[in-house]
Nanobody, 119 residues
Framework: QVQLVESGGGLVQAGGSLRLSCAAS????????MGWFRQAPGKERAFVAG???????YYLDSVKGRFTISRDNAKNMVYLQMNSLKPENTAVYYC?????????????WGQGTQGTVSA
């Protein structure tokens, strides 16, 4: 099992940026696909960024060009840089870890970090 802890959420005005971080435990971090999900108030959890199929990184259409997922295997960290934020991006953001084969099944989840975007 891998343990995940998110940080970096907070309050930001529309047009601003947030950088979310996720720290992972263990020394097999590089063996996992890492992705980001979010859950807005009254809505279901939704995929935001990360691998879905082997070797491919996907983004939710509405965040393409504004959000960027990255990782640092040496530090067991994954990041989500969120730029040009909009109020509709307000949500609890979760990092997740998973493995294939093929389709990535995200089995492990962090506790979430709140990102709030004001108008």
């Amino acid at each position: 099992q891998v343990q995940l802890v998110e940080s970096g959420g907070g309050l930001v005005q529309a047009g601003g940026s947030l950088r979310l971080s996720c720290a992972a435990s263990g020394r097999t971090f590089s063996s996992y696909a890492m992705g980001w999900f979010r859950q807005a108030p009254g809505k279901e959890r939704a995929f935001v960024a990360g691998p879905k199929w082997n070797g491919s990184t996907y983004y939710l259409d509405s965040v393409k060009g504004r959000f960027t997922i990255s990782r640092d295997n040496a530090k067991n960290m994954v990041y989500l840089q969120m730029n040009s934020l909009k109020p509709e991006n307000t949500a609890v953001y979760y990092c997740a870890a998973g493995r294939g084969p093929g389709y990535v099944r995200y089995d492990y989840w962090g506790q979430g970090t709140q990102g709030t975007v004001s108008a």
